[in-house]
């Protein structure tokens, strides 16, 4: 996880493999990016890329710590948001 990275293509050195159930195996390891509305950010679901996006109301709903997030934080922190999303994302997108 990069904290604070202001680099505008971070990306995420570890490979998050995350496993749901029995089947579904999920990393994300590509740039994560926010253009001051859309976070956005691609995720591997068995094997298939699939592009994700959250809106503000969404990050403030489901990333913990970032309820009250301004623009410039979710730039600031917009790689360890987007990890926070990822179990939501991967139940909105599977």
Request: with cysteine.
């Amino acid at each position: 996880m990069i904290s604070g990275s202001t680099n505008k293509q971070a990306v995420l050195h570890k490979a998050n493999p995350l496993v749901f159930g029995v089947a579904m195996s999920v990393d994300c390891g590509r740039a994560v990016e926010w253009d001051g509305k859309i976070l956005t950010g691609s995720l591997v679901v068995n094997g298939v890329a699939t592009k994700v996006t959250a809106d503000r109301a969404t990050i403030h709903a489901y990333a913990a710590g970032f309820s009250d997030a301004l623009s410039w934080e979710i730039d600031r922190f917009r790689t360890e948001i987007f990890e926070k999303l990822v179990p939501f994302l991967v139940r909105q997108n599977s």
